[in-house]
Protein backbone atom coordinates (compact mmCIF):
# COMPACT_ATOMS: atom_id res chain seq x y z
CA UNK A 1 0.00 0.00 0.00
CA UNK A 2 1.42 3.05 -0.60
CA UNK A 3 0.54 6.77 0.22
CA UNK A 4 0.70 9.69 -1.58
CA UNK A 5 1.00 12.96 -0.13
CA UNK A 6 1.36 16.33 -2.50
CA UNK A 7 2.56 19.63 -1.79
CA UNK A 8 3.72 22.91 -2.88
CA UNK A 9 0.43 24.28 -4.20
CA UNK A 10 -0.77 27.92 -3.72
CA UNK A 11 -1.34 30.97 -5.73
CA UNK A 12 0.67 32.86 -8.32
CA UNK A 13 0.41 34.96 -10.75
CA UNK A 14 0.76 34.42 -14.85
CA UNK A 15 4.75 33.95 -15.56
CA UNK A 16 5.50 33.03 -12.02
CA UNK A 17 6.70 29.34 -11.03
CA UNK A 18 5.52 26.70 -8.57
CA UNK A 19 7.04 23.61 -7.62
CA UNK A 20 5.38 20.57 -6.37
CA UNK A 21 5.93 17.62 -4.38
CA UNK A 22 4.39 14.37 -3.70
CA UNK A 23 5.58 12.60 -0.53
CA UNK A 24 5.13 8.34 -1.07
CA UNK A 25 4.47 6.25 2.43
CA UNK A 26 6.93 3.07 2.16
CA UNK A 27 10.37 1.73 1.70
CA UNK A 28 9.15 0.66 -2.12
CA UNK A 29 9.13 4.45 -3.85
CA UNK A 30 12.26 3.43 -6.38
CA UNK A 31 9.62 0.32 -7.99
CA UNK A 32 7.09 2.36 -8.91
CA UNK A 33 6.64 4.75 -12.01
CA UNK A 34 5.15 8.08 -11.16
CA UNK A 35 3.39 10.83 -12.86
CA UNK A 36 1.32 13.96 -12.47
CA UNK A 37 -1.75 14.84 -13.55
CA UNK A 38 -4.29 17.80 -13.44
CA UNK A 39 -8.12 18.37 -13.50
CA UNK A 40 -9.43 21.73 -14.12
CA UNK A 41 -13.06 22.62 -12.81
CA UNK A 42 -15.79 21.15 -15.38
CA UNK A 43 -12.70 19.07 -16.83
CA UNK A 44 -11.67 15.87 -17.34
CA UNK A 45 -8.01 14.62 -15.74
CA UNK A 46 -5.27 15.39 -17.94
CA UNK A 47 -2.02 14.32 -17.73
CA UNK A 48 0.69 16.65 -17.62
CA UNK A 49 4.43 14.33 -16.83
CA UNK A 50 5.48 11.15 -16.09
CA UNK A 51 8.57 9.81 -14.59
CA UNK A 52 9.93 5.73 -15.10
CA UNK A 53 11.81 4.25 -12.24
CA UNK A 54 15.21 4.60 -14.28
CA UNK A 55 13.56 8.53 -14.61
CA UNK A 56 13.14 8.53 -18.00
CA UNK A 57 10.61 11.19 -18.55
CA UNK A 58 7.65 12.32 -20.90
CA UNK A 59 5.78 15.50 -20.89
CA UNK A 60 2.26 16.77 -22.27
CA UNK A 61 2.77 18.95 -24.90
CA UNK A 62 1.18 21.56 -23.37
CA UNK A 63 3.72 21.85 -20.52
CA UNK A 64 7.01 20.73 -22.37
CA UNK A 65 9.75 23.19 -21.96
CA UNK A 66 7.96 25.22 -18.69
CA UNK A 67 7.99 22.00 -16.65
CA UNK A 68 10.15 19.35 -15.19
CA UNK A 69 9.42 16.21 -13.08
CA UNK A 70 12.12 14.42 -11.34
CA UNK A 71 12.33 12.19 -8.33
CA UNK A 72 14.94 11.70 -5.71
CA UNK A 73 14.31 8.32 -4.48
CA UNK A 74 15.98 8.58 -0.67
CA UNK A 75 13.54 11.23 0.36
CA UNK A 76 10.94 8.97 -1.65
CA UNK A 77 9.58 12.65 -3.41
CA UNK A 78 8.32 13.24 -6.80
CA UNK A 79 8.54 17.06 -7.99
CA UNK A 80 7.22 18.73 -10.58
CA UNK A 81 8.75 22.18 -11.27
CA UNK A 82 6.43 24.86 -13.19
CA UNK A 83 8.30 27.47 -14.77
CA UNK A 84 6.06 30.40 -16.85
CA UNK A 85 2.80 29.27 -15.69
CA UNK A 86 -0.61 30.47 -17.34
CA UNK A 87 -3.91 31.37 -16.12
CA UNK A 88 -4.76 27.77 -18.06
CA UNK A 89 -2.52 25.69 -15.97
CA UNK A 90 -5.11 26.61 -13.08
CA UNK A 91 -6.52 23.25 -12.11
CA UNK A 92 -6.21 20.88 -8.74
CA UNK A 93 -2.49 18.73 -9.70
CA UNK A 94 -2.66 14.83 -8.39
CA UNK A 95 0.45 12.84 -8.42
CA UNK A 96 -0.30 9.26 -8.93
CA UNK A 97 2.01 5.80 -8.80
CA UNK A 98 1.73 2.65 -10.78
CA UNK A 99 4.29 -0.42 -10.51
CA UNK A 100 3.91 -0.78 -14.15
CA UNK A 101 5.27 1.11 -17.34
CA UNK A 102 4.03 4.89 -17.59
CA UNK A 103 1.76 6.16 -19.61
CA UNK A 104 -0.73 9.02 -20.36
CA UNK A 105 -3.78 7.30 -19.05
CA UNK A 106 -5.20 7.77 -15.59
CA UNK A 107 -6.19 3.75 -15.65
CA UNK A 108 -2.89 2.88 -15.57
CA UNK A 109 -1.87 4.48 -11.87
CA UNK A 110 -3.77 2.31 -8.64
CA UNK A 111 -2.34 4.99 -6.83
CA UNK A 112 -3.15 8.76 -6.59
CA UNK A 113 -3.05 11.45 -4.31
CA UNK A 114 -5.58 14.04 -2.95
CA UNK A 115 -4.19 16.64 -5.18
CA UNK A 116 -2.60 20.26 -4.19
CA UNK A 117 -4.19 23.69 -5.73
CA UNK A 118 -2.45 25.45 -7.90
CA UNK A 119 -4.22 28.88 -9.34
CA UNK A 120 -2.46 31.33 -11.38
CA UNK A 121 -3.90 35.08 -11.73
CA UNK A 122 -3.77 37.02 -14.87
Known amino acids: QVQLVESGGGLVQAGGSLRLSCTAS????????MAWFRQAPGKEREFVAD???????YYADSVKGRFTISRDNAKNTVYLQMNSLKPENTAVYYC????????????????WGQGTQVTVSS
Open 26 to 33: GPTFSSYA
Open 96 to 111: AATMGIPTTMTRTYYY
Open 51 to 57: ISRTSGT
